[in-house]
């Protein structure tokens, strides 16, 4: 991506953030025409990415080659973006106008707002972001040993949906309580052991894991069983078998228990893909 002459450095703070935040520390180049070859340390600030990602990411005066690939150029003028396009091989944010001429852009907007850095954020959200949660739509890793439990454990996932600094969490005791009345049918009993949450912040990974002990009905104690949420996917573990594997899409606030089989805490209709179960 490229941004040529802003205006301020907030401008480029609002890119690089969006960038940042939408596709992680790694996968993206910005490209900064016109505010001189250092990287200015108050942009590290302003945009609040690491200075590790800011040294590999944020380049400066240096325009990058489209190859033979599209080009599209942010202007609230432009030609609205449909749902599903193709992403370009270059988003070029011109303020001056000289750069979009030589490269033949293609004007697209996707809010109509004259203010360039927003519009070009939402542009990334649409055309580079977005497309990566399609991925898990058809919950193709999630598996239930039995389905009817599965439902109602996606469903439990999704009240259980916490943000915490910006991460995705699941709130321990929700997990727990529902471990607790599905396993109950099979003769088991669970008391939680440790909750152990990890997170990067310059990745932006998160892992939790809930270790809790199994017991049958006459209270000995049979086992372990462990609740693991990592990469947008809740596994659960009982005495060294896999007996869920949840796929979270938290942002729509979308679980699948099985492959097609998902629930919505929104009731979004129209989508096959999505039945509101």
């Known amino acids: 991506m490229v941004i040529a002459s802003p205006p301020s450095l907030f401008d480029v703070a609002v890119v690089a953030r969006t960038l940042y935040t939408g596709l992680g520390p790694t996968g993206w ?14 942009l590290l600030t302003e945009a609040r990415i690491p200075v590790v990602v800011a040294r590999s990411n944020l380049i400066f005066d240096t325009i990058p080659s489209a190859g033979r690939g599209r080009v599209y150029a942010v202007d609230p003028r432009g030609r609205r973006i449909k749902e599903n396009m193709e992403p370009p091989s270059m ?14 852009a293609e004007p697209v907007s996707a809010l109509g707002t004259p203010m360039l850095a927003y519009e070009a954020a939402v542009l990334i959200y649409a ?9 898990i739509i058809e919950g193709k890793r999630a598996y239930s040993s039995d389905i009817r439990s599965g439902v109602y454990l996606a469903r439990k996932v999704l009240e259980a949906i ?6 995705v969490l699941l709130e321990p005791s929700v997990i727990v309580h529902t471990l607790k009345r599905v396993l ?34 006459r209270l000995r104690e049979r086992g372990h069983a462990r609740a693991v949420f990592e990469d947008n996917t809740l596994t659960i573990e009982c005495c060294n078998s896999v007996l869920f594997r949840i796929e979270v899409d938290a942002e729509h606030r979308r679980a699948c228990s099985a492959p097609g089989l998902c629930v919505s805490s929104n009731n979004i209709h129209g989508d096959t893909l999505w039945p509101t179960l």
Do not use: W
């Open 162 to 167: 916490r943000v915490f600094d910006n991460y």
């Open 184 to 217: 109950l049918a099979r003769g088991m009993l669970l008391d939680p052991a440790e909750y152990i949450i990890e997170i990067d912040p310059i990745d932006g990974a998160t892992r939790q894991r809930i270790e809790m002990k199994v017991y049958d009905k």
């Open 91 to 104: 988003l070029l944010v011109d303020y001056s106008g000289a750069l979009r001429s030589a490269l033949d």
């Open 127 to 135: 055309l580079y972001v977005k497309p990566r949660f399609r991925s």
């Open 29 to 42: 180049r910005l490209h900064v025409v016109g505010m001189g070859r250092q990287l200015p340390l108050k």
